[in-house]
Structures are given as C-alpha cells and as structure tokens.
C-alpha cells in the first residue's frame, strides 16, 4: 500500500462539522450505524447498502466546481468494527475525515472480502490536524491499481462511542473511449498505462490535446508520454512526451489514421490528473500512389495527403509539376508529425539524382525549398518530381504541398 501526499481538491464542509458536532453532544449510540451525508445525520435513517464514491467529471466538464463534490458519510461508532463494500475505479481515491470531539479511529480499505489486503488506510490519531472545535481532520490521496468492489472497515479506537465523518472523490484512470468533449483521467506509475480507445470515423488525422491540473482549481506545467497502438493494442508509432511544460516537445499529437478503431496508450514519469480530448479531422488524400501516374500539380495551390501505419517506407505519394520557361521555384511542405519523420524527394529535368531536402518532424512544422542547379538559381523548363514518404515504419504524419514560380 502506497500513501500520496498530493491533494486535488477541497473540500468546503466546515458547517456540516460544526452542525453534526452539535447534534451529537450528549448523544448515545446503541450500534455502530452509517448515516448518507446526503440525508444528514439528522435523518435518522440508517444507510445499510454498498458504500459509493464521487467520481470527479462524472457530473459536467465544469471541473473547477466538480472537484468540489465529495461523497459523505457519517459514521456512529459503538466500538464494534464496521465493514462494507465499495466499488473504485483505477486511478486516485481522495478521502478526508474527521473524528468529532476527539474521537480517533481509522478507516482502512481492502481489496477482498475477509479484509487482509490493505489497499488504503487513513488514520485519525492525536497527532493529527485539529479544528477549533477539538475535532481530528486528515486528508490523503491514494492509488487505486484496479478497478474493482473493494471493502472499507471503519474502527474506533477512542475508548467509547465515537462520531466520524468520511468524504471522498475519484479520478478516474481506467480505460475509455476518446470524444471532442474533455475526459478528466489520472495515471499513476505504479498503475502503470492507462489505455484510451478512438474510433475514426473517416480518413484523415486525430488531434489529442491534454491539460494539467492542480488543486482541482487551476492549469498546471505537465506532461504525459503517448503511443497510437492499432485495434490489438500493437504499438504503430514511437512513444513521444506530450505537454507544457519547459522542455522541448509538443503541446498536443496528431496521428494520420484510417477509419477504424484505435487506442492511444499513456503512461508518466510521476502522478498526472489531466484532461484529454480527440478531435477528428477528415482528410481526403490528394497524392498518387503510382509513381508513373503521379497528381499533376497546379501552381500555388495546396495539396493534401496522409502517412498513417499502413503505408511503407519505400512508396509515398506521388506528385509533378511542369516548367514552361526557367523560373525561380520553391517547395513548401507543412503538417503535423508526432511520431517519426516525413521526407520530400524531388527530381526531374536538369536535377543532379534526387534532393531530399524537405522534410517534417513536429506537429505545426514547416520547411522550404528554394530549388536551383548548381549553374543558377532559376530551373531550366521541364518537368519535375516529388515523392512524400515515411522515413520509418512508425512514422505518421498529416501534410500539405505546394510549389510556385516566378
């Protein structure tokens, strides 16, 4: 079991502490009884069902006030041990607790039913926080390694009745489908990759664009490392550092997909609550794939095309253009590259071999080609060449070309 000292949230319960402190002066349980905080311990309704926790991001994408949200219950502690059931997610479980009036106990969380797996423990003692009003308040984060019904028995080690309160809330790291909307999602190391599935709906390119959180409040400098795996879970691109933080690496990946189902899978150097959306972008392909019948191209005019996992390395997409008299040329090619290089090739008339001078490497780059001989500047009438190719197997890409003269 591994305890993290890294809050998201807070948590606003200082009425509802001072209020059931009130209420409970005086008072004498007959039986360890949980009360859902929902109702209040006003109530006087016993809740005897599987305990549950708040999921943040389960309500809205307003996360700023979801993190508010903790799921609360009060617990009536005779000295008789009290154990129930609760489903978690993997990922993080934020817990807080109080102990009214002194009272000190724990509340520890096993993963299987005879309760001799510990998972998580918070622990009220007199060495913890106190309020004004002599009550004892922890909070911790803790990782939660698999999702799964787990079980939370709560103890009272005060010496007589005690009163408890327990609040907690969820980010969620297991494994789910990619949207346009923002899934708030966490990965830890020690729960290794979290998984996300995409379905493309037509040819073209993804756009997976995270943001980092702090406190449940604010954008903090983060990043997260990405690999675009096919249906199978096969890796079909390098794993690239995706952020915003100082170093030297995208803020967002974009991979070149055919339609069909993929995953992208995500994995940190250290804990990570963040927000991750798809964009999805159709992209018909306007390159030849028969070098011999290569896309005929127009001066000054854009032409798009996609290097995803199917292509090789030795074909690409085909392209010429031809010269009426010499004039000055330059070749541009931009896009969107994550994973591995994509590469410019021209030949033609009056060319020495082939020049492989184009090329990109990053999502959002550019390069350019001022094409001469090595007599001048200008090229001589004729016809010329471009291939677009993949540099290795994994290399992915969106790109646009285009040529002019004058």
């Not at 550092?241 to 690496?249: A, L, M, R, V």
Request: glycine share 10%.
């Amino acid at each position: 079991m591994k305890r993290y000292s890294i809050q998201f949230g807070k948590i606003l319960l200082g009425l509802l502490v001072m209020a059931t402190a009130v209420l409970w002066t005086g008072r004498t349980a007959c039986a360890t009884t949980i009360y859902d905080g929902t109702e209040g311990y006003t109530s006087q309704t016993p809740y005897n069902d599987r305990l549950n926790s708040y999921v943040v991001g389960s309500g809205s994408t307003d996360f700023d006030s979801e993190f508010g949200i903790y799921k609360t219950y009060i617990i009536s502690h005779d000295g008789v041990n009290e154990t129930r059931p609760i489903t978690l997610k993997k990922g993080a479980l934020h817990v807080t607790m109080y102990g009214f009036q002194g009272a000190t106990g724990a509340a520890t969380i096993y993963s299987d039913a005879v309760c001799t797996k510990e998972a998580a423990k918070i622990n009220l003692t007199s060495n913890c926080t106190q309020t004004a009003s002599g009550s004892y308040m922890d909070a911790a984060t803790f990782q939660i390694s698999k999702t799964q019904t787990y079980y939370i028995r709560f103890t009272n080690t005060s010496g007589g009745t005690g009163l408890f309160q327990f609040s907690s809330q969820q980010y969620d790291g297991s494994n789910r489908k990619l949207t346009s909307k923002k899934l708030l999602s966490y990965v830890d190391v020690p729960n290794g990759a979290t998984y996300f599935c995409v379905e493309a709906k037509k040819d073209g390119y993804i756009t997976l664009k995270p943001d980092f959180c702090s406190n449940g409040y604010k954008k903090v400098a983060g990043d997260i490392s990405m690999t675009l795996l096919d249906v199978n879970k096969k890796a079909i691109s390098t794993s690239k550092k995706i952020g915003n933080g100082t170093e030297d690496f995208a803020d967002k990946a974009v991979y070149a997909v055919k339609a069909g189902t993929y995953w992208v899978k995500v994995s940190t150097d250290q804990q990570r609550l963040f927000t991750l959306s798809c964009k999805q972008t159709a992209v018909k392909e306007q390159g030849s794939a028969k070098v011999k019948k290569p896309t005929v191209m127009k001066k000054d005019t854009w032409y798009k095309g996609l290097c995803t996992w199917e292509d090789t390395t030795s074909k690409g997409d085909y392209f010429s253009f031809t010269l009426k008299k010499a004039a000055t040329v330059t070749i541009t090619l931009k896009g969107d590259v994550t994973s591995g290089k994509l590469t410019g090739t021209v030949t033609g008339n009056k060319v020495n071999g082939s020049y492989t001078g184009l090329y990109l490497k990053n999502v959002g780059s550019q390069s350019t080609w001022k094409v001469a001989t090595k007599s001048s500047q200008k090229l001589p009438a004729g016809t010329y060449y471009i291939k677009i190719a993949k540099d290795t197997k994994k290399s992915n890409g969106y790109y646009k070309l285009r040529y002019s003269a004058k």
